[in-house]
Every structure is written in C-alpha cells, then in structure tokens.
C-alpha cells in the first residue's frame, strides 16, 4: 500500500488565504476496523466556505485544527470494507479530506453517500453536489420566483449561482446573472440562456442594474455581499426576496466588512433577507437531485467543470475561487477510478 499523503493545516491565514497555511505530510494509510472502510480520494471539491473553517472561531462546524488534515468534501472508492453497506469498488461520497486515503464510517461519517451505480463523480460534486442543491433550495425555497419577476444572481458563473440562475430562468423570470469577465458574461448569455449579464469588474453595477431592471429587483441571490449586495438593495421591488447564499468578497477580510449602508431599502420595500445553509435540507436531498437531473437531461442546464490535477495542487485549487479563477465549479482529481479494485 502506497504512503498517505496529505495537506494538513499549518498556519491559521490573515487576510487572504495563502499556499503557506498548509503543509505536505506522508504516513501510513489508516487501517479500518470493524464496521469501517478504507476509501481512496478520487476527485476533491474546493470551496470557498473552507476559507471560515480556517478561522478559530465557532461556526456551522467546528475550526480545522493546526496540525490536522484539511477538510473537504470528496468522491472517494472502497479500498477495503469491513462494513456491510460497502463493497470495494463502490463510488462514496463524503468528508474525506485532503488526502489520498480516509476511513469511512456508514452512518456516522460526515455527510457519507453511496452513489448510485453510473453516477458521474464530477456531477456528484457539482450540479448534482452541494453547490447545485444550495441553488435549488435557495432560489426554490427562498427566493420563490414567479413568471415575469426580475431575478438578478451574482457569483453568477460560478456552481452555485449559475444553477440558481438557471432555476429561475426555468421559473420564467427575467434573470440577470452577474459575473466578474466577459468570458464569463458570454457564457451566462449563450450557454446558461439568462437574458443579460453584468461585468462587475468593467463598470459600476447599479447603473447597470438601474438601465436592465427598470421595475425593480424582486428577487436577488448573493454569493458575494459587500458593494453588490449594497448596489441591489437600492433598487428593490416592492416584496422583493434576498436570498444570502454566500459573502465571497469579504471572506479573506482581516476585519469585519461595513454592512450595506442602505439596509431601510427592506422597510421602505416590505422585503425580506433570509440566510440558508444547504444542509439544513438533506431530507429533501433525493427530490432535488431527481428534479436537477432531469432538468440535464432535458438539456435545461448549462453547467461548467473546473478540474485541476494532482493532490500537490490543492491549496493552489482553492486560490482560484478568491482570485475568480475556476469556471464552475472547482474541482480536484486525485486518482483515477479503478475498474478492479
Ligand atoms: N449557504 C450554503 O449552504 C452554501 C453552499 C455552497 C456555497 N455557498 C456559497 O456560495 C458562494 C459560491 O460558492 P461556489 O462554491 O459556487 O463557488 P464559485 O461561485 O464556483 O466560485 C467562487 C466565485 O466567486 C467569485 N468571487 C471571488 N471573489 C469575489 C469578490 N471579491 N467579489 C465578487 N465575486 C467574487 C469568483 O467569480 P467571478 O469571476 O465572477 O468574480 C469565483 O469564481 C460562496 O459564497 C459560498 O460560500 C453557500
């Protein structure tokens, strides 16, 4: 058996997250016991809410500790099982962390999935992940669009927003995504089939907002707060929804960022904010992921992966998020999966 090698938590970051916060180790692969399998790391998902579990501060889940492996989430395969749920060879989804080999634990690790047979682990861990299921229950649950309304998505290209996007273009509201580059800004025109998009980085978006929303904004899903969420709040619908996803701008801040200046806009509009965490859904996961597959299959949904190579690579994969760099949904391939394992 082949070393384990990790990325384990060296330092906690200040500011911007660097390749410096994380160190190389190599050990043995941990040996599982009775009722335990041994999985080996396939593919890796980055995302940018492993930029606050950095942090020593209490959260939706516990600070990753100095000295312990980074957690991320994963499509792994069955080395070796001693629990009957799993067979070596079957593809799992879980919380396996930055390394080449984990234990899995049927019902009590992390987030623990058997994938169906034929699942691709690229859907797995995007549209068919938590970044898809964050924009199907934000945008459905929350955000609630109707035929017609104006629904504006920032962090639009990225996994998440840009399956919220198409969630309510499905809907039928007029959807403006907004995106950081024209490449991206094409993509969400010609591929994601929204009806306009915002380079944020070329121009001021209000104005922008002001000349493609002429009714107002009734629904708004924010990946990224700070001056966007600020820019959107001015010109809300009356009853309009703001669905906080996610604050990506000020996730690398070393203090906490103003809030919007403009927070009466929710009185004077009688509209409402309302935060969600994905999981808090997983009873309803089955659903979605039936209603999101058969929106691919009926070639209703554009989606993007982004795939880096090599284990060695992965602090450098989560860089690209902060630094707008990953079309889609950011990925790491590990290992390729074996056909006799
Ligand atoms: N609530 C939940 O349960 C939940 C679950 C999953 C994800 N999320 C949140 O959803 C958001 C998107 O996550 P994701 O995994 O789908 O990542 P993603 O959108 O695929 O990638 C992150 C994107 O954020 C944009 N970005 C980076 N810095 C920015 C800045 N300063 N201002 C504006 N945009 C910036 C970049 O796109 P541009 O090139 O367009 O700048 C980058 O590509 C994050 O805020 C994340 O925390 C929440």
């Not at 490449?183 to 306009?196: N, S, T």
């Not at 009688?270 to 659903?287: I, N, P, S, T, Y």
Request: charge should be negative.
């Amino acid at each position: 058996m082949p070393q384990n090698r990790q990325w384990v938590l060296a330092a906690r970051p200040v500011g911007r997250v660097t390749e410096e916060c994380f160190a190389w180790r190599e050990s043995a692969p941990p040996v599982p016991a009775a009722g335990e399998a041994l999985v080996r790391t396939l593919y890796l998902s980055l995302d940018p809410a492993m930029r606050g579990w950095l942090e020593d501060r209490p959260s939706y889940l516990p600070p990753v500790q100095i000295g312990e492996v980074m957690r991320g989430g994963a499509v792994a395969q069955v080395v070796e099982s001693h629990a009957p749920e799993l067979a070596p060879g079957d593809l799992v989804r879980g919380t396996f962390g930055w390394q080449d080999y984990a234990i899995a634990r049927p019902g009590r690790s992390l987030g623990l999935q058997k994938l169906p047979t034929g699942v691709d682990p690229e859907l797995a861990l995007g549209v068919l992940g938590l970044t898809g299921l964050s924009g199907y229950f934000g945008m459905l649950d929350i955000g609630r669009p109707q035929p017609g309304e104006t629904v504006v998505v920032s962090g639009a290209a990225g996994a998440t927003g840009s399956i919220a996007a198409q969630i309510a273009r499905i809907q039928g509201a007029h959807v403006i995504g907004i995106a950081g580059g024209t490449e991206k800004c094409d993509w969400l025109v010609h591929h994601a089939r929204l009806d306009a998009a915002i380079d944020y980085k070329r121009g001021p978006v209000d104005a922008a907002l002001r000349e493609l929303c002429p009714r107002g904004i009734d629904v708004y899903f924010d990946n990224v707060g700070g001056p966007i969420l600020e820019a959107v709040l001015g010109q809300l619908a009356e009853r309009a929804r703001i669905v906080l996803c996610g604050g990506i701008s000020s996730y690398n801040a070393t203090e906490p960022p103003p809030g919007p200046r403009n927070l009466m806009n929710l009185v004077l509009k009688r509209a409402r904010m309302e935060g969600f965490l994905v999981m808090d859904h997983a009873a309803r996961f089955a659903e979605a992921t039936a209603q999101i597959s058969a929106w691919l299959d009926a070639g209703e949904l554009a989606h993007e992966v982004d795939i880096q190579e090599g284990l060695e690579n992965a602090p450098k994969a989560l860089l690209r998020l902060f630094e707008g760099r990953n079309t889609g949904k950011q990925l790491l391939r590990v290992a390729r999966v074996q056909t006799s394992v």
